[in-house]
């Protein structure tokens, strides 16, 4: 899609959207209150003040002589930060990718927003779409998995939802901010189209199609340049190519001075200060300097004047200029309906890895009379500010993307009152040494051992992990527990708590593997609806699970580097497009399971693919019967080949799903759409994304990247096929097909992958 075409029907778009009034209402009205602000009063809106020594995380200061009552920021993915257990611990969003459920994202967006609202919060800084580049880095959990499309579907419902409420929802981090070691002083060297094609593609979805509020300026450098000082970035690409309407915001202490920052095209300074504490709450980079440089003539008034409008459009954008409620951080708002939809998320994430000989769902039979439930994860946990501890069970990791907890229902406690209904025994050694656990586990007729590894952000160091995890390995000795008690009771089944991928050395030792995330504060109900069978999983991983090694990248360990200066940990994204199972494809590597792997209590047959091309885009059909005997949940998955022409391409890229209950024996016609956009990559020569019209998409349909029983071959071009050239219906081979030889040199190639731009 050409941007002249994106940026030409902005209006358009703006017009259907369900909020108040339009982007361009909202400047005519942010142009007129804008009038008469005095430059001292412009540098109070883009300069936060408190430096996060007051209630919210950030804050901009009031100007009584307009009536304006300041601005407040609060973190974030999980729900309401430092609200002192009167805001719902919702899960990871992680999790709620897990689900793959618009109507869930939808939904979990609209009910966090709703309790920022409540407490007079104007800006939720949240969602966080980062790409799970590399399992092992720490903030995987707080987005929305490896795959671009999908991370920009997450982030859009969720920012929908948030906005509905009128929240103004900050969509972060830009970009490129995959990784936790020196973030404030690395850099992340993308390739051009890899930068548009994978890490922009979130943001092109929540700016365009959601109309974000506001977009938060990464910590990290890319390409050298530090994002909040990234004017090609901020200023061309965000604000011109995208047509971004709202304002850009600093990461926390992500300012490093104002010529460049200010002048690159950041609009506000969080949380204000120099640096961390209060003795900076009135010494910032910006404030006053801001008028210096444009009286030396750095940057011209007009740039305050725009960072200003930004602002303030957003705020009319979002109806908060008017009547928006007092900041009360701590409205009880953990209400029995959030709890009731985090579990729901909660029990409709959990993956089941393994079943076998159909060790779940639990039920009292002759065979099954008493159930060990082993592991201190399956115990309460121990409550640390920002999570900062794993002592007991996993609801969340650690860092600004987590929240106060009022309450965890622990998994013990729900399994024991579920089991008591089901008539079933329980028994239960909370802690994790591996002989006394063996020694409880024999004697039970199942065994189900909770384990966990943790991961968080960068200023948190737990037990040896600063944010980026040190391996793969399950902590706490989770490994040798499970194999002791594997070894003594044939019927054991694994539990994992985790940011993401663990090792499984196990896997083929244990009957059964639920992969639960982190599930927040109902953790343990929700897990327990899957166990009894009371909620049929449906989860499927948002990533690709595999050993660290067969990855094509790795975090770095290495020592710390001064924020913001020329030093950088260097990030070199060599893998280009083939993040995820992208890099399997081409590789032809076997992951331990693959992305969109999640495995059900009933079984379902895909069939009937048909593929239109139309001008707006490509309209798919299939048909999905339930062939089993419960009535469950499946979702279909759409991949995409795309026309040889468009060289050194992934094999296949994921491009469409829906979620469809069916009851046993049900079948059901499924209408997936891909839009212009979806069929377009980014050209690096024109610096524009096109869509082929020669050649020919193969559209390919299954349960996960590496089940796709059905596909399609449609002209790019929307012509009809003639009879004797027509396919559908075909079954795809096991094996990855090769690449087809691009015709111009290998130097040309090389060039082309690895080209880059001057920041």
Same mark, same amino acid.
């Given at each position: ?15 259907? *959207? ?16 804008? &009038? ?24 901009? $200061? ?6 304006? &009552? ?46 920022? @609202? ?8 949240? %969602? ?15 987005? =929305? ?17 948030? +906005?509905? +409420? ?5 969509? *972060? ?55 909040? +000082?990234? &004017?090609?970035? /901020?200023? !061309?690409?965000?604000?011109? &190519? ?87 951080? @701590? ?29 779940? %769902?639990? #039920? ?12 201190? !994860? ?33 998994? /013990? ?19 994790? !040494?591996?002989? #006394? ?21 960068? =200023? ?7 944010? $980026?995890?040190?391996? /793969? ?63 049929? %999983?449906?989860?499927?991983? %948002? ?74 885009? /490509? ?38 799903? $829906? ?16 839009? $212009? ?43 009809? =096929? ?38």
């Amino acid at each position: 899609m050409k941007f002249s075409s994106v940026l030409s029907t902005i209006a358009v778009v703006f017009a259907t *959207k369900s909020l108040a009034i339009s982007w361009e209402e909202a400047d005519a009205k942010a142009r007129e209150w804008c &009038k008469d602000l005095t430059n001292e009063e412009k540098i109070t809106l883009v300069t936060g003040r408190e430096n996060m020594t007051g209630v919210c995380v950030g804050s901009i $200061d009031p100007i009584e002589r307009k009536g304006f &009552k300041g601005i407040c920021l609060q973190d974030g993915p999980a729900g309401v930060r430092f609200a002192k257990g009167t805001a719902t611990s919702w899960q990871a969003s992680i999790n709620t990718a897990a689900t793959f459920d618009r109507k869930l994202l939808r939904k979990v967006g609209e009910a966090q927003g709703k309790e920022f @609202y409540q407490r007079g919060i104007n800006v939720a800084l949240a %969602p966080s779409m980062g790409i799970q580049r590399a399992p092992a880095a720490g903030r995987i959990f707080e987005s =929305y998995g490896e795959d671009p499309f999908y991370v920009g579907q997450c982030g859009l419902e969720v920012l929908k939802g948030i +906005q509905s +409420q009128g929240v103004i929802a900050n969509a *972060k981090h830009f970009i490129a901010n995959d990784q936790e070691n020196n973030r404030g002083a690395s850099t992340s060297n993308v390739p051009e189209q890899a930068l548009w094609d994978v890490y922009m593609e979130p943001f092109y979805r929540t700016v365009i199609d959601g109309e974000a509020g506001t977009v938060m300026a990464s910590y990290n450098a890319i390409n050298g340049t530090y994002s909040t +000082q990234n &004017k090609r970035l /901020l200023t !061309d690409s965000l604000k011109g &190519k995208l047509g971004f309407q709202g304002f850009v915001m600093s990461d926390w202490w992500a300012i490093f001075d104002v010529e460049k920052s200010f002048g690159a095209g950041t609009d506000m300074n969080m949380p204000g200060g120099k640096y961390w504490g209060p003795d900076y709450v009135d010494d910032s980079f910006w404030g006053k300097h801001i008028l210096e440089c444009i009286e030396k003539g750095v940057f011209p008034q007009e740039r305050l004047d725009d960072a200003v409008l930004r602002i303030i459009r957003t705020m009319y954008k979002l109806d908060q200029m008017d009547n928006y409620p007092e900041v009360n951080l @701590y409205v009880d708002t953990n209400t029995k309906e959030n709890a009731a939809l985090n579990r729901k998320v909660g029990a409709d994430s959990n993956v089941l890895l393994k079943n076998a000989d159909n060790i779940l %769902p639990l #039920k009292k039979s002759k065979k099954v009379k008493k159930i060990a439930v082993i592991g201190k !994860d399956s115990m309460p946990p121990t409550l640390c500010e920002d999570m900062r501890c794993a002592n007991g069970t996993l609801p969340l990791g650690w860092g600004s993307g987590t929240t106060d907890f009022k309450y965890v229902v622990d998994p /013990l406690s729900a399994i024991t009152k579920r089991a008591k209904k089901a008539n079933l025994k329980v028994t239960s050694y909370g802690d994790d !040494d591996a002989k #006394k656990a063996a020694k409880v586990a024999k004697n039970a007729d199942v065994a189900i051992v909770f384990v966990q590894a943790d991961s968080g952000e960068e =200023y948190i160091t737990v037990e040896g992990n600063a944010g $980026d995890r040190l391996n /793969l390995d399950l902590w706490h000795g989770g490994n040798e527990l499970i194999e002791a008690v594997a070894a003594v009771n044939k019927n054991t089944i694994v539990v994992i708590h985790s940011p993401g991928p663990v090792n499984v050395p196990f896997l083929d030792k244990v009957k059964g593997i639920i992969f639960a995330g982190l599930p927040g504060q109902e953790t343990g109900n929700a897990i327990t609806d899957v166990l009894f069978g009371d909620v049929n %999983p449906s989860g499927h991983l %948002p990533y690709t699970w595999a050993p660290r090694e067969d990855y094509p990248t790795d975090v770095k360990y290495e020592p710390e580097y001064p924020d913001g200066g020329d030093k950088m940990t260097v990030y070199d994204y060599n893998e280009g497009l083939f993040v995820g199972y992208r890099w399997f494809d081409k590789n032809e590597i076997k992951p331990t399971f693959p992305f969109g792997y999640g495995l059900s209590y009933t079984t379902f047959e895909y069939s009937d693919l048909e593929a239109d091309m139309e001008d707006d885009g /490509l309209y798919v059909t299939l048909t999905v019967k339930n062939t089993g005997k419960v009535a469950g949940a499946a979702v279909p998955m759409i991949f995409l080949s795309f026309p040889e022409s468009v060289k050194d391409y992934p094999v296949r890229l994921f491009k469409g799903f $829906d979620k469809v209950m069916l009851k046993a024996g049900q079948s059901k016609e499924v209408k997936i759409f891909i839009d $212009d956009h979806g069929l377009s990559y980014y050209d690096v020569e024109s610096e524009d994304y096109v869509r082929p019209k020669e050649g020919e998409f193969t559209v390919f349909a299954g349960s996960n990247a590496s089940d796709l029983p059905l596909k399609v071959n449609v002209l790019a071009n929307g012509d009809d =096929y003639s009879e004797d050239e027509a396919e559908n219906g075909e079954e795809v081979s096991a094996e990855v097909e090769e690449d087809n030889e691009d015709s111009a040199s290998e130097d040309e190639k090389e060039l082309k992958k690895r080209s880059y731009k001057n920041y």
